[in-house]
């Protein structure tokens, strides 16, 4: 499987960060150890959604979608 996810900060919860990953569990635990360059400076996170998809190229496909405008949109509408 592999996972499009989508990440909020605790101490500054207007930001968000949407990511993709093979383990979900892991991934969380490098942000929140501050490994990724994009995230370090707001931590800590926790896990807003996530949404398991069965072959890579649609997984990427819907990252993709989910930081375009429209897709930033949907978020707002209907998880934040």
Do not use: C
């Not at 969380?28 to 069965?54: D, I, M, R």
């Amino acid at each position: 499987m592999f996972y499009v996810y989508v990440i909020r900060s605790i101490s500054h919860p207007k930001r968000y960060y949407i990511g993709f990953t093979e383990n979900i569990d892991q991934r969380a635990k490098e942000h929140n150890e501050g490994k990724s360059l994009h995230t370090a400076k707001y931590g800590p996170w926790q896990l807003a959604v996530y949404l398991a998809v069965p072959s890579k190229p649609k997984a990427l496909d819907l990252e993709r979608y989910l930081k375009s405008g429209s897709g930033r949109a949907f978020l707002q509408r209907h998880i934040f």
